[in-house]
Antibody, heavy 115, light 110 residues
């Protein structure tokens, strides 16, 4: 059974940093691209970042480019999102999702940016 | 990349069929057969219902079907059931990055 478990969310002040993690199991992690997708309270889905199986190809939404960094550790079956210079508009539930077309999603970790 | 355009809401009675549209451009929806649809119930994670425009993952009822014409993709749900009431999102994944989502459609089963 595919499982994706996000962690690392919380309440953080504007301008500070946070690192999200996604622990994957139930599939061959290094066979798949992975994504981070977020959903602000009461809003729709917004793609944040994606990374290929070998980290050779990485993409970011314009809204986070230069502030967020995606990475993965295939030996640990884990995906990460380093978030710097956080803003109030980054407040959202952050999901990790498996594969090119996001066929499985975790339950999300909530990031709240507020003073 | 701009978000794909979906109707804010649709509704139908049990047993009826409804169609949700998803309009993009020739650079995303119209240019590739890479459109997916997700169902999201309140407080739950999105669930993949359709990928590659019209393919259904294992376990998704065949009441759900996808199609595409030009720059518009569509999700049709036939034989509506109460449990189909949810938010639905389309997504274009042409070229791997970025994933471009639609704004979401709230389906109400009357």
């Amino acid at each position: 059974e595919v499982q994706l478990v996000e962690s690392g969310g919380g309440l953080v002040q504007p301008g500070r940093s946070l690192r999200l993690s996604c622990a994957a199991s139930g599939f061959t992690f290094d066979d798949y691209a992975m994504h981070w997708v977020r959903q602000a309270p009461g809003k729709g889905l917004e793609w944040v970042s994606g990374i290929s199986w070998n980290s050779g190809s990485i993409g970011y939404a314009d809204s986070v480019k230069g502030r967020f960094t995606i990475s993965r550790d295939n030996a640990k079956n884990s995906l990460y999102l380093q978030m710097n210079s956080l803003r109030a508009e980054d407040t959202a539930l952050y999901y990790c999702a498996k594969g090119t077309f996001a066929d499985y999603w975790g339950q999300g970790t909530l990031v709240t940016v507020s003073s | 990349q701009s978000a794909l355009t979906q109707p804010r809401s649709v509704s139908g009675s049990p047993g009826q069929s409804v169609t949700i549209s998803c309009t993009g451009t020739s650079s995303d929806v119209g240019g590739y057969n890479y459109v997916s649809w997700y169902q999201q119930h309140p407080g739950k994670a999105p669930k993949l219902m359709i990928y590659d425009v019209s393919k259904r993952p294992s376990g998704v009822p065949d009441r759900f079907s996808g199609s595409k014409s030009g720059n518009t993709a569509s999700l049709t749900i036939s034989g509506l059931q109460a449990e189909d009431e949810a938010d639905y999102y389309c997504c274009s994944y042409a070229g791997s990055y970025p994933l471009v989502f639609g704004g979401g459609t709230k389906l109400t089963v009357l």
